[in-house]
């Protein structure tokens, strides 16, 4: 696509029950980050993808946080037993080359109620 | 010492003033530099990467001081369009090429 697709743009969920965040990154992109930025704050490194490597997950929070990227392209990021704290917008980005810039997704905005 | 520091802000400068912003990175091994506009409530977007030689588009300038650990970003005859958040990245070497934001240096340009 012309750009990163991120979906559902917002979502309501009840905390402790299970959610699911889909990117879809710009065609060709081989890098694929996760971040999230909580209100009024920085952006925090999650997860990162590239090419057929390992994942790089160092930035997962807790085991509830985990990513997969299917075929090189589309992400999930699922988040299992939503806590208050996992209230975020969640975005994510692609590049074609690792020293690249990359570009965003308009984010997905989660909030656990 | 964070891995990448900015100042908060917020700059308030009136339509055409010169404005510079710095933000310092602790790895000295770190290779890659950018910044990043950020409008409230929307998703970051590339301003510029930031070369050793140092480089410019338009109305922007871009620094970057290995000596010292830091890059600039310089903004001349500043527009109220200009008015958003600032975000320094850096990678954090050591084989991966995961990108540190900085938390952003808010502009707001007066009319």
């Known amino acids: 696509g012309a750009g990163v697709s991120q979906s559902p743009s917002n979502k309501v969920t009840e905390k402790g029950k299970d959610v699911e965040l889909r990117c879809d990154p710009i065609?060709?992109?081989?890098?694929l980050y996760w971040y999230r930025q909580s209100l009024g704050q920085g952006l925090e490194f999650l997860i990162y993808?590239?090419?057929?490597?390992?994942?790089?997950k160092s930035g997962l929070p807790s085991d509830r946080f985990s990513a997969e990227r299917t075929g090189g392209s589309v992400s999930t990021l699922t988040i299992q037993r939503t806590q208050q704290e996992d209230s975020a917008v969640y975005l994510c980005?692609?590049?074609?080359?690792?020293?690249?810039?990359?570009?965003f997704g308009s984010g997905t905005r989660l909030t656990v109620v | 010492r964070k891995e990448v520091e900015q100042d908060p802000g917020p700059f308030n400068v009136p339509e055409g003033a010169t404005v510079a912003f710095n933000c310092t990175y602790s790895n000295s091994a770190s290779q890659s530099f950018f910044w990043y506009r950020q409008d409230c409530r929307k998703e970051p977007k590339l301003l510029m990467s930031?070369?050793?030689s140092g480089n410019e588009d338009g109305r922007f300038t871009a620094q970057l001081n290995r000596a010292s650990q830091y890059i600039s970003l310089l903004i001349r005859d500043s527009k109220l369009s200009d008015s958003a958040t600032y975000l320094c990245v850096v990678n954090r070497p050591s084989g991966t090429y995961k990108y540190i934001f900085g938390t952003g240096t808010r502009l707001k340009v007066l009319a």
């Open positions: 930031v070369y050793s």
């Open positions: 980005a692609s590049s074609l080359a690792l020293r690249g810039g990359y570009t």
């Open positions: 993808f590239q090419g057929n490597s390992a994942p790089d």
């Open positions: 065609s060709g992109h081989t890098a």
